[in-house]
């Protein structure tokens, strides 16, 4: 098998300065510490002739889209209690980007190859754990030159950016280097309230959200609750306790309930309440915003 010959390392920030800023993981980002960087590998077609645009192109968009998604351009830090962060400042590197190129290898061999030893070798942090974001950037970046094209493979530290919020920045950084009309980034890390953040699994439709009311967003959000309401948690409990298993985070499928410590829990505030974490584009995200009664509604 060709190997893939690295050419170049550099790393990438926000274009514009951010500033010194600090994000705080809650419940549902710590057990994702203890898992490996989640990567992505994309594949374009096209001839060899255009690879150092197409680089400087995907760089320059980067450091665009970067000024939204600027956690990614950080690293994982700790609060004075040792509980993890997410840390940004101008000063720090950002995000790593590696040029490489395996030009014989084809499209059609990857298509084609029986395994995942090649593929491997166009993706960085092979068999890397979140919790190395204390030292490493949050995101890596390789651009490979391919026979005939190029692919593209991502690391993205999994404690920091779910599946949903991933494609988010992707669509993002795709608009922004095809020339789309959309400057800005199509996913806001703004908390719509101290109860909520912008991420979850799957965002619900924002076009469907922005056609209607705010209840009916609010409606949705407190029917996924009532569906797994403590009755339901301990009916999964017990059917797990009939016959136990070693659950991999694939079987939760893309609506689940992590449940920390006991299940046998009153909420965060002693009563009904509980913590919901939603991932919106950015218009209805914005809208969520100014409504001060949204949650109460449902």
């Not at 060899?48 to 665009?64: A, M, N, P, Q, T």
């Not at 009755?231 to 017990?238: E, G, M, T, V, W």
Request: with cysteine.
């Amino acid at each position: 098998m060709a190997s893939v010959k690295i050419l170049s390392k550099a790393h990438v920030k926000p274009k514009k300065p951010i500033g010194r800023r600090e994000c705080q993981l809650v419940t549902f980002d710590l057990p994702y510490i203890a898992f490996y960087y989640n990567q992505k590998l994309l594949i374009y077609k096209g001839g060899d002739s255009d690879f150092d645009e197409r680089v400087k192109k995907l760089e320059e968009g980067l450091g665009v889209v970067l000024e939204e998604f600027y956690q990614l351009a950080g690293k994982l830090g700790k609060d004075e209690e040792g509980v993890f962060r997410v840390e940004y400042d101008d000063d720090m590197d950002g995000v790593e980007v590696a040029v490489a190129a395996a030009e014989e290898i084809g499209i059609a061999d990857l298509i084609m190859e029986e395994g995942t030893e090649m593929l491997k070798e166009l993706v960085p942090y092979n068999g890397v754990l979140n919790f190395e974001g204390l030292h490493r950037p949050l995101l890596a970046v390789q651009l490979t030159k391919l026979r005939d094209g190029l692919a593209m493979g991502l690391a993205f530290n999994h404690a920091i950016l779910d599946g949903s919020a991933t494609w988010h920045f992707i669509n993002s950084w795709t608009e922004i280097c095809t020339g789309a009309k959309t400057s800005r980034p199509s996913h806001s890390w703004t908390a719509a309230k101290p109860a909520t953040r912008a991420r979850s699994s799957p965002a619900p439709p924002a076009g469907l959200l922005a056609a209607h009311p705010p209840e009916f967003g609010a409606g949705i959000i407190q029917k996924a609750i009532e569906a797994h309401d403590a009755k339901a948690i301990d009916a999964r409990n017990s059917e797990w306790e009939a016959s136990p298993k070693i659950f991999q985070w694939k079987d939760a499928g893309v609506n689940c309930v992590a449940v920390g410590s006991s299940p046998r829990f009153k909420g965060k505030s002693g009563g009904r309440s509980i913590d919901v974490e939603i991932s919106l584009e950015a218009n209805a995200m914005e809208r969520l915003e100014k409504d001060k009664d949204f949650l109460m509604e449902g």
